[in-house]
């Protein structure tokens, strides 16, 4: 009986990172070019590290699926706030003034059923698994000031051209260290008009920051973006500073 | 349990290790002996030649043990390289990205490991004249009949979860740069009554979209001309544009991982056997039934048939001319076996233009009521024009050479007009494309051929059929596998309506 856990962990079908997309890639550590060989020379092999792949798809969506029964029972803030909470982020209810978050072991007090009426203001799902079809559950928070994704692996592209549902109330948005958005999910963010900070440090797959920073200036005047430095992305070749431009983006 | 034989190449290294060339020295000490009599004066020169030319065979004999060991591909008959096989259950005419999304649906549906042998023929590998790689490469569900919206809709799904769907082991994760900025159409007085019941549809059909007046309009894209526009629809998600090279290259990575054979050639023609039934008025209709897809291999006489069970015709601009190979359009007159498959290639300009004061990141995908349209392109300030021209200017689609007079003429007032700032704009480059253009009603035509029993078709889609491509795929290995639309029903699409003569209209072709 092979490990899964083996080959979830090292070999996961195109789960390579995103960031070496124009360098060459490392070698691979040689538990992984073990399991390269094995995959290639036997079927089950190959389909026991395709099924760990797609279980590690499942899991993924089940966390992101929609609260249907909260929903109906509780409504749709506490359908949202019991979605948050069961990502291990955490959220701040409008009018109130602590954060509820899950505790260390992932253990919340349900307390949040009995503020049913008040929707939530600012949300911290960083580093959770939040995704596009999650969503579903936070459509209904029209009154959403700020929203964190600082290092989300899920959030890209599809994910910040869904977030014009929130185009009049989010002011805050944080996509530091979100591997998978580049310039295509920016452009999509002129929606939100009432955007006043933006934090875009870290993105890797954001080829010229710099330039990408003054174009979203242009298109979002009121809004300060951090993160980025104007500079940044520039390319000096001998004498001559030019920004170079990217096409295909 | 052993999938390759080359498994044995480990063997073959123990063999080849073993047939290394003995050390220098010890081969001449040892095989100077016989020639004990010239050998110990100027022996040390004939040795050498000597040890030398017995290495150049040992070589040799390597080299032939190799080729004879399985794993290599020498064989004793001398046949021509890259045949395609002389049997498969289907072969797909046509490797685009309907041909090769359809083989990819295939071998996904199928229920038994290699279950059906898909071959997919395509006779220029370089695509240099394909109408997916010369795409402007958008997607839009703004479209008025809503088989259009739900084949785009799902087309969007799929490219959302393209990685789950076409990711292979240990390849880089498939990139399709999709960029998010919606569709914007302009309308006129005239067009706008139109334009409403169309967001109607759209909205029904779970289309995100949004009606803007002028005012709206001017206030959110400030650069645009709202001269004469009287209403104008914006789409908010699933909309944009994306490189049709990394889609096509996904699908066909994809499909050659799952087992779809792959051919270089041109069908030349198809041998079919048919029989005529009478009708109860007493004409003769012949159902035909293709037996063979004869393959011309590229810069040979040499031609291949392959046995086959299935044939989709995936040929896009060429769809027309596969068809009549099949015989279809070639009946006497007035009978159904007289109506061709209507689709011809058109061609299309596709101008690159650089203009540095032009409108920024927000910048959606322009359509104009006049039929102009303009995207951004990257984040240089160039952008990517266009104009399909009226039935009766249309450019000869005998080669893809481009008319620029076109542009300053047809192409940049209607441009300079809605958009100020493209008055002094400059063409960087351009290039021509192909359209597969149904000439009845400029939508797409999928399914079986009704005279020619094992047909299938897939084309025709006037210039959306790279973004309906994955949901297209589905639809066609639905009807081949399951008998019949699963997901989506396209029945609306059918070839029938071409034989009733009822045109089922898009109203939004750009």
């Known amino acids: 009986m092979w490990p899964v856990g083996l080959g979830w962990t090292c070999l996961s079908i195109a789960r390579r990172s995103w960031s070496s997309v124009s360098s060459p890639p490392s070698p691979l550590p040689l538990r992984s070019r073990m399991l390269l060989f094995l995959v290639q020379h036997f ?6 590290v395709s099924w760990s792949s797609w279980l590690g798809n499942w899991t993924r969506q089940r966390k992101n699926v929609y609260y249907s029964y909260a929903q109906k029972q509780f409504g749709s803030n506490v359908a949202a706030a019991f979605y948050i909470l069961n990502l291990k982020g955490g959220f701040r209810l409008a009018g109130q003034s602590d954060w509820v978050r899950p505790n260390a072991k992932g253990k919340f007090s349900l307390d949040f ?137 | 349990m052993w999938k390759t034989w080359t498994g044995l190449a480990g063997a073959v290294q123990r063999v080849r290790a073993s047939l290394h060339p003995i050390p220098y020295r010890l081969a001449s000490t040892f095989l100077c002996a016989p020639h004990s009599a010239r050998c110990f004066s100027t022996g040390r020169a004939a040795c050498k030649d000597f040890i030398q030319e017995l290495e150049q065979q040992l070589k040799a004999f390597r080299h032939k043990a190799l080729t004879a060991m399985p794993g290599s591909d020498w064989s004793p008959q001398n046949t021509t390289a890259g045949l395609p096989p002389e049997r498969a259950d289907i072969v797909i005419v046509g490797g685009g990205v309907v041909g090769w999304s359809i083989a990819y649906w295939l071998k996904r549906k199928e229920r038994v490991r290699d279950g059906v042998r898909v071959l997919v023929v395509e006779k220029d590998p370089t695509y240099s004249q394909a109408s997916t790689v010369l795409s402007v490469g958008g997607i839009r569900q703004q479209f008025s009949l809503p088989e259009n919206i739900h084949l785009s809709l799902a087309s969007a799904d799929f490219m959302r979860n393209i990685n789950e769907h076409l990711g292979v082991l240990n390849e880089d994760p498939v990139d399709l740069q999709f960029t998010h900025s919606g569709y914007l159409f302009l309308a006129s007085e005239k067009g706008a009554a139109v334009m409403e019941e169309n967001y109607r549809t759209q909205r029904d059909a779970g289309a995100k979209v949004l009606l803007l007046s002028p005012t709206q309009l001017k206030e959110k ?40 054979y792959q051919c270089v050639g041109e069908v030349t ?155 002094c704009c400059k063409v960087t480059s351009a290039w021509a494309g192909y359209y597969d253009y149904n000439t009845f009603d400029q939508n797409g035509i999928l399914g079986l051929h009704p005279l020619v029993n094992n047909m299938y078709i897939a084309t025709g889609f006037s210039g959306h059929g790279l973004q309906q491509s994955p949901a297209v795929g589905r639809a066609l290995a639905e009807l081949i596998l399951d008998g019949g639309f699963r997901t989506l029903d396209l029945s609306a699409l059918g070839f029938e309506r071409i034989f009733y003569k009822e045109p089922v209209l898009e109203r939004n072709i750009v």
Request: net charge negative; charged share 20%.
């Open chain 1, 43 to 48: 079927h089950d092999i190959e389909a026991i």
């Open chain 1, 113 to 249: 059923i009995n503020f049913s009426d008040l929707s939530i203001e600012e949300v911290d799902a960083s580093g959770t698994v939040i995704n596009y079809m999650g969503l579903n559950n936070l459509v209904s928070q029209q009154k959403l000031r700020c929203l964190s994704l600082r290092g989300c692996p899920e959030v890209d592209d599809w994910f910040l051209s869904r977030l014009h549902i929130f185009k009049d109330s989010l002011e805050e948005l944080d996509l530091s260290g979100c591997s998978r958005v580049s310039v295509g999910g920016l452009s999509a963010l002129h929606h939100l008009r009432k955007l006043r900070k933006l934090d875009l440090s870290s993105l890797p797959r954001v080829q010229n920051p710099g330039l990408v920073r003054i174009l979203l200036e242009e298109v979002l005047p009121h809004c300060h973006i951090m993160g980025v430095e104007y500079q940044e992305g520039l390319q000096s070749s001998g004498a001559e500073t030019d920004i170079k431009a990217t096409s295909g983006l």
């Open chain 2, 221 to 260: 894209f400030p650069w645009i001309n709202t001269e004469g526009v009287k209403l104008a629809s914006y789409g908010l998600e699933n909309e944009g544009w994306f490189d049709p090279w990394s889609l096509l290259n996904a699908f066909r990575r994809k499909a050659l991982s799952m087992g779809v």
């Open chain 2, 269 to 423: 023609g198809f041998r079919y056997s048919s029989h005529s039934m009478s009708t109860t008025d007493g004409d003769m209709v012949a159902f035909k039934r293709i037996k063979y897809v004869n393959v011309r291999m590229p810069n040979s006489l040499e031609v291949q048939p392959v046995e086959c069970a299935i044939v989709v015709n995936a040929a896009g601009a060429q769809s027309g001319k596969v068809a009549q190979l099949a015989g279809i359009g070639s009946g006497p007159e007035d009978s159904l076996a007289s109506v061709p498959v209507p689709v011809e290639p058109r061609k299309r300009y596709v101008y690159v233009l650089n203009c540095p004061d032009g409108p920024g990141l927000d910048t959606p995908f322009l359509i104009d009521y006049s039929g102009v349209y303009c995207r951004r392109e990257g984040l240089g300030g160039n952008y990517i024009a266009g104009l399909s021209p009226e039935e009766n200017e249309e450019p000869d689609s005998g080669d893809l050479e481009v008319n620029y007079g076109f542009f300053q003429e047809n192409l940049w007032p209607l441009l300079a007009r809605r958009l100020p700032a493209f008055e």
